[in-house]
């Protein structure tokens, strides 16, 4: 059998996901035939975490410099883009370029200039781009699609869907690249791209229009001084003022943390430490969002990223009845433990409340692994052989498109105040404007 050859730019705290899993689960199936990023300290600990924790072989490694040389040596089928999300439009198109299949993590990108480049190049090379969207493969979100496509409730017509993130997890944004929203394009685009997918997913529907309030309510150091703080620090390491600071990140003591970053240091200068209550935060905590679909549903959504717990709430109300989901999640530090935990579900519920009718709960199957258990069935998809699937869990770059899109409008309604008409943004294949 001949194996399909993969490689990956991008060696960070998601990385490992992937090469995991080409290392043990598909190894009989798939290759991984090459690595690249940024910093060499990573690549190397890449390469020991396949030899000694994985039991595979050491792969090439490539500095960010030689992305077009690791294609043209290894010849890879696909590759994997798992980099810093401002950089995604790049290495995708420089892939499909040279002729590779892509599968990106999200989101796809982070504003509409790249968004549109991806998708015209998609239309000139004719190759493919997969966005790996785990969350519609969790149990209790496909759960929601299969109760809305078989008419449980009717037709959709309001959605209040509220996510949040707590102050260890939400915090850890505020701590790396993604507080400068030139990396991330904030929350909005970086994380929510998750939410705005899923509604896109339940609803088998699209955005139309957007308007958006947002700002930076509880992180940053004016915020922190209003609130009577005096002792600030610019990163933990070797400050003595973030000792005893329950927002402080300590990577002495984390072998995850300080081999990935804190020993990672000198090779590119990123310092995945700094203080939540800093200066030069461009992305906001507290985020509100009206949403109108093609379907005709509307939808009001928040995202809140100081919470004292972890999970979302979502209501979908149609002409026959209503669906109320709550889940809590565990909390999580990305690289800081064992990846399989990201987004590990404690508890969840789906009740369906009939027209005129008692209301009752729905059993949902339990899930296993990150994501709440979404991420084991995502891989087999992408490097397994899928079975059939009757919701469509499999995400495009129309759908990675679209679900950005609605962050993207959002942004853009921030720094205007007026609604944004989301197909004024890009040209989409088969979607008008």
Known sequence: MTKKRFAQVGTGGRARMYY????????????????????????????????????????????????????????????????????????????????????????????????QAILDCIERTGKSLRVTFNYRYAPHNTKLRELIMDDTIGKVTQIHFEWMLSTWHGADYFRRWHRDKKNSGGLLVHKSTHHFDLVNFW???????????????????????????????????????????????????????????????????????????????????????LVQYKSGAQMSYSLNAYSPWEGFRVSVTGTKGRIEMEVVEDVYINAGSDAK??????????????????????????????????????LNDIFGVPEYDRFHRAASH????????????????????????????????????
């Open 203 to 289: 609803l088998g529907s699209y955005p139309t229009r957007v308007f958006a309030l947002g700002d930076l309510k509880f992180y940053g150091r004016e915020n922190a001084e209003e609130r009577g703080v005096t002792k600030f620090y610019s990163r933990v390491h070797g400050s003595a003022n973030a000792v005893g600071d329950p927002f402080a990140l300590k990577m002495e003591g984390n072998p995850l943390l300080e081999k990935l970053y804190l020993n990672a240091e000198k090779d590119d200068g990123y310092i995945r430490d700094q203080s939540v209550f800093g200066d030069n935060i461009s992305i906001e905590d507290t985020m509100n969002l």
């Open 398 to 433: 129309i759908d990675g498109a679209m679900s950005i899109l609605t962050g993207i409008a959002g942004n853009k309604s921030i720094a205007t105040g007026m609604p944004v008409d989301v197909l004024t943004l890009v040209d989409i294949p088969g979607h008008k404007r």
């Open 20 to 115: 995991e899993a080409l290392a043990t689960t598909y190894r009989e199936t798939s290759e991984l035939v090459g690595i690249c990023d940024i910093n060499r300290t990573r690549l190397e600990l890449t390469n020991s975490i396949l030899e000694n924790d994985l039991g595979y072989h050491a792969v090439p490694m490539y500095g960010a410099d030689e992305f077009e040389k690791m294609i043209e040596v290894e010849k890879p089928d696909t590759v994997i883009v798992t980099s810093i999300d401002r950089t995604h439009h790049r290495y995708i198109i420089k892939a499909m370029e040279m002729g590779c299949d892509v599968i990106s993590e999200k989101p796809m990108t982070m504003d509409a200039e790249k968004c």
């Open 341 to 378: 935990r990201e987004g590990v579900v404690k508890g969840k519920k789906i009740t369906v409340y009939p027209m005129f009718a008692e209301g009752y709960e729905v059993p949902i199957e339990a899930g296993f692994g990150g994501h709440g258990g979404g991420d084991p069935v995502l």
